[in-house]
């Protein structure tokens, strides 16, 4: 869903990257794997939101960006 979030902001979707990264967040506590590459997600405070930051600056919203 995040690599779904940043594709569309690529093409200027930000209903969709909302939509992704919310949904996204809410999967968030059933990631169960101890691997290092496949929990960031959990073992980094705010990964989501620094998704949607990125996101958000390659749809041009700088301004929301750095709020978050």
Do not use: K
């Not at 869903?1 to 969709?16: K, N, V």
């Not at 949904?23 to 980094?44: F, K, Q, S």
């Not at 390659?58 to 960006?65: H, Q, S, V």
């Amino acid at each position: 869903m995040q690599q779904q979030a940043r594709g569309a902001s690529l093409t200027g979707e930000r209903r969709s990257v909302d939509q992704l990264l919310d949904e996204a967040v809410r999967l968030l506590p059933r990631i169960d794997d101890d691997l290092p590459w496949g929990n960031a997600c959990r073992r980094t405070p705010g990964y989501l939101e620094v998704q949607r930051a990125t996101c958000y600056g390659r749809l041009g919203l700088g301004a929301e960006a750095g709020a978050l």
